[in-house]
């Protein structure tokens, strides 16, 4: 059995995957592709002025996708528990049958005419389960294909290549809603939209600098679920 970690600041899954896929075709006698590590393909281009403290907690996830600490959110809520040797985890598996997808898939894919993938009603099921009363989803777009310079690349571009899509979801939402929303979210996002948060990141690293992206959050901090392995990801 062979283990494999590697650290999220260096790559995405789609990176990951991909040098596993590589080093399997050069264990068989095969020419592997070679991974691009042009940075640069995905750097904006700093076009503003505006600093982090000017920026309202809406604005910046509109623009980004992500989240960050403004210094409001009760520091025990933004521990984190993998950090924490005393914290208890509760590890539960959850096994789906075929049938059930079925009966999922039917339930909460109405015939209103809205296109809903199977990824996008297991997120409903997911979140009506364990998910809060109001919460936030943030799903982890890959971009590889929406941005040219990343097209360019054929694939082989290795890093982070993912932009956040956010939604508010509450259980009071109708059945089939959740599920509508983060399809609609996902196919609304477009290369004109990853470069214009490119740019803006590239806008704040200018003008806050390098420490700035510390205050980052992958989701909202206080009420935010992250749901992977769902949108354009292999």
Aim: hydrophobic fraction near 30%; proline fraction near 6%; aromatic fraction near 10%.
């Amino acid at each position: 059995v062979l283990g494999i970690s590697m650290s999220h600041a260096l790559a995405d899954g789609y990176s990951f995957f991909f040098f596993l896929d590589q080093w399997c075709k050069q264990s068989r006698g095969i020419a592997p592709a070679l991974p691009n590590h042009e940075r640069e393909r995905h750097t904006g281009t700093s076009e503003n002025t505006r600093r982090l403290d000017e920026l309202s907690l809406e604005e910046f996830t509109e623009a980004t996708g992500f989240f960050f600490d403004s210094g409001a959110t009760p520091p025990t809520t933004l521990k984190n528990p993998f950090l924490d040797p005393t914290y208890q985890f509760d590890w539960e598996t959850l096994e789906i049958s075929e049938h059930q997808l079925q009966e999922l898939n039917r339930t909460l894919s109405p015939e209103d005419g809205i296109r809903r993938s199977l990824n996008d009603v297991l997120c409903e099921f997911l979140y009506r389960k364990y998910g809060p009363k109001e919460g936030t989803l943030t799903i982890p777009v890959d971009v590889r294909r929406l941005s040219p310079r990343l097209k360019e690349t054929a694939g082989t571009y290795f890093g982070n290549g993912i932009r956040p899509v956010t939604l508010k979801v509450s259980h009071q939402d109708p059945e089939g809603a959740i599920a509508h929303k983060t399809g609609s979210e996902v196919r609304k996002l477009r290369s004109e939209k990853v470069e214009a948060t490119l740019n803006f990141l590239a806008s704040l690293g200018t003008n806050d600098g390098t420490p700035a992206f510390q205050k980052f959050k992958v989701m909202d901090p206080e009420k935010g679920l992250l749901v992977t392995n769902l949108s354009r990801l292999p």
